[in-house]
């Protein structure tokens, strides 16, 4: 900085904040009859007047707040969100984890950096569609693959649930809606996992001041330079609500409500699929979603518009049927900040075999967060892989004897498949953990659409434990795993 520029700048700091602290400064009050000059006492009746003490920012208010990882991924419920804005007069909000800065481009050269500042304005513009202007970006790089905790790791996660945490407490939302925090088969986009993996943690977290606390900290002097803490309020949201990105929908049935797309808006005298179809067109650099939709308007042919939107119910705080609508039992009162359950170790003892990685993160992680329906979604769990592709399968075998252990894990695979690694005799110490990053090959054919992958673990001849995945065989496409 400039010696000239300084001055410059300490003047119109100083000037400022004089300026401001004739706003800020108690002033005092003659009270008739009563002597306005000497020092004051307890009793002489002259007190100051306090500034006006101002309410949370009205603008920022959200009835939903929407917290997905890409720009395109408000389109999986943005026909309920055309319904919830114009037919329903709800404020909507939507933070995004990405800027989608590892997709594709159908419309030019624009890759990496340059590709995510062109989908963050596509993102905004495809929001303002929709008249929602309240649009934040958690500055995540988008990471291709299934694994959340790849995703958790890219993002720095908890710098990116600081900003979640903040943004629910400058929202204030009644409502979240955010990707299911589940391993599916199907898409199964691990920064879609995380975003809801990072929604749900802000849910449980905004409403406790000890989280974050410089956020709820009062500034020294709102109108004035350099308060470093940020004035918020603790916020305890009501409800949340998960979508999919599954390829199969068997399991969400009767799990939460379904909107109908083909339903008109009284208001706008449109359906709802056509005006997801309009918001979905401003994201061209999208081949699946930005293009799909111009297309589809050009031919006046909305077919793949005209699916349900599927919500899952997550949990409520307010009384609320399962499959009851977004905002049965909300009303404008807060509610007070109720503590989750949190992680509680199991008793153990033994030898055993789990799945490890993201299939041991989330049922721990459902039962910290109250999520008990989340637990029941998918009572085996499930993978997608490609004909011909490696499937990894992570297991963890424990020890949790005073004893060291011989552990021998066999498997016993589909017609077809191929192990690359897994079946060995493991030396699993006293009270320790073997992690085995087993993996195998499907056929390249196709075959059955859905299998079944069983590993065994046997210690001294006797059986220890087995696991087992239900694996959808898929012909083309697909993220890595
Ligand atoms: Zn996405």
Redesign the pocket.
């Known amino acids: 900085m400039r010696i000239r520029s300084l001055v410059y700048s300490i003047l119109c700091g100083s000037v400022f904040a004089a300026f401001a602290s004739l706003y800020t400064q108690p002033r005092l009050t003659r009270y008739p009859g009563v002597r306005n000059n000497g020092p004051r006492t307890a009793d002489d009746g002259l007190v100051p007047e306090a500034p006006r003490s101002p309410a949370p920012d009205e603008r920022f208010k959200a009835d939903i707040l929407v917290v997905?990882?890409?720009?395109?991924?408000e389109t999986m419920v943005s026909a309920y969100l055309a319904k919830a804005v114009y037919d329903e007069h709800k404020r909507v909000a939507v933070i995004y984890g990405t800027r989608?800065d590892g997709g594709g481009n159908a419309m030019g050269y624009e890759q990496a950096a340059a590709l995510g500042a062109e989908r963050e304005i596509e993102a905004r513009r495809a929001c303002a569609f929709l008249d929602i202007m309240n649009v934040w970006f958690l500055d995540g790089p988008d990471t291709p693959g299934q694994d959340v905790l790849r995703s958790l790791e890219t993002w720095n996660h908890g710098a990116a649930l600081g900003k979640a945490v903040r943004l629910v407490r400058l929202t204030r939302p009644e409502v979240v809606l955010t990707?299911l925090p589940d391993y599916v088969a199907g898409?199964n986009?691990d920064?879609?996992q995380a975003a809801g993996v990072i929604a749900t943690e802000a849910f449980d977290l905004a409403g406790d001041p000890t989280v974050f606390p410089e956020q709820v900290s009062a500034p020294r002097n709102r109108t004035s330079i350099s308060n470093l803490t940020e004035g918020l309020r603790p916020w305890q949201p009501k409800k949340i609500y998960y979508f999919s990105?599954a390829s199969h929908t068997d399991f969400l049935e009767g799990k939460g409500p379904e909107y109908r797309t083909t339903d008109v808006s009284p208001s706008r005298h449109l359906p709802y699929y056509r005006m997801a179809a309009e918001e979905m067109r401003f994201h061209l650099t999208q081949g699946d979603t930005g293009q799909l939709a111009k297309q589809a308007l050009a031919a006046g042919n909305f077919e793949f518009f005209k699916q349900p939107v599927r919500l899952i119910f997550g949990k409520s705080l307010v009384k609320s049927a399962t499959t009851g609508d977004v905002f049965e039992g909300i009303d404008p009162a807060a509610v007070p900040y109720s503590p989750v359950r949190g992680y509680q170790p199991k008793q153990r003892d033994g030898l055993s075999l789990e799945l490890g990685g993201p299939w041991a993160f989330y049922p721990e992680f459902w039962k910290a967060h109250d999520l008990e329906l989340l637990a029941r979604l998918l009572p085996t769990p499930e993978v997608s892989v490609q004909a011909g592709e490696t499937l990894h399968v992570p297991l963890v075998i424990r020890n949790d004897s005073a004893a060291s252990a011989e552990v021998t894990l066999t498997v016993a695979l589909p017609q077809g498949w191929t192990e690359r690694t897994g079946t060995a005799r493991y030396p699993v110490a006293a009270h320790d953990v073997y992690p085995v990053q087993a993996a195998a090959v499907a056929p390249s054919s196709k075959g059955p659409e859905w299998q079944e992958v069983t590993y065994r673990a046997e210690a001294d001849g006797k059986a220890i434990g087995s696991v087992t995945l239900r694996v959808n065989v898929t012909s083309g496409g697909g993220l890595p795993q």
């Open positions: 997905v990882a890409h720009p395109d991924d989608g990707w898409e986009h920064d879609h990105d």
